[in-house]
């Protein structure tokens, strides 16, 4: 099973909005419902930020939000923080055989 | 506190075995489903394992074969049995509980377990 495509970087300014995208096939992003994104910070453990597309778990701030279009998903964060600096990974169902496909990853600065 | 914690990482050689465990507290693992996840240093988040709350289990094609996840509900605790371990499976590995109702969702997770296959 293929890595999720995401681009190796993104960059903002502070209070700028910045999307980050994710793009699969019609076997994983394209064909279910279930697409996550996590941030994770150097050392740090991976934490959740968005689930089932466009869901925010209890804590994630309403700066962040998720959508998808066909094979592609998006993480936008608006009103850029400096604590936004990190790395973000999506992930998606892909099927029962290979349940879970992550992308390969974007560290996000923030200038 | 929800949380989980792994353990059993550590240094072994080309072809050998390990078991790596991951203890929950605040929560029972039987009524979630669990995941293991991987980062090789300096890389991306790799899915290896899940084992789902009514016990059936599922394992990326790079691992099938080599590892088994399972748990034991009485220690509220899940393994990862890895053998014919190789140079690629070099990684910290994360336990990760599911969220109820994704099959992606991982909201819990713990601080990893570093795994070094080398001779």
């Known amino acids: 099973q293929s890595a999720l495509t995401q681009p190796p970087s993104a960059s903002g300014s502070p209070g700028q909005s910045v999307t980050i995208s994710c793009t699969g096939t019609s076997s994983d992003v394209g064909g279910y419902k279930y697409v996550s994104w996590y941030q994770q910070h150097p050392g740090k453990a991976p934490k959740l930020m968005i689930y089932e597309v466009t869901k925010r778990p209890s804590g994630v701030p309403d700066r962040f939000s998720g959508s998808k279009s066909g094979n592609t998903a998006s993480l936008t964060v608006s009103g850029l923080q400096a604590e936004d600096e990190a790395d973000y990974y999506c992930?998606?169902?892909?099927?029962?055989?290979?349940?879970?496909?992550f992308g390969g990853g974007t560290k996000l600065t923030v200038l | 506190e929800v949380q989980v914690v792994e353990t059993g990482g550590g240094l072994i050689p080309p072809g050998g075995s390990l078991r790596l465990s991951c203890a929950a507290s605040g929560f029972t693992v039987s009524s979630n489903h669990m995941t293991w996840v991987r980062q090789a240093p300096g890389r991306g988040l790799e899915w290896v394992s899940l084992?789902?709350?009514?016990?059936?289990?599922n394992y990326a094609d790079s691992v099938r074969g080599r590892f088994t996840i399972s748990r034991d509900n009485s220690k509220n605790t899940v393994y990862l049995q890895m053998n014919s371990l190789r140079a690629e499976d070099t990684a910290l590995y994360y336990c990760?509980?599911?969220?109820?109702?994704?099959?992606?969702?991982?909201?819990?997770w713990g601080q990893g377990t570093m795994v070094t296959v080398s001779s």
């Open positions: 990760a509980r599911g969220l109820s109702g994704s099959y992606d969702a991982f909201d819990i």
């Open positions: 084992l789902f709350g009514g016990g059936g289990t």
């Open positions: 992930s998606s169902y892909a099927g029962s055989n290979n349940l879970v496909v």
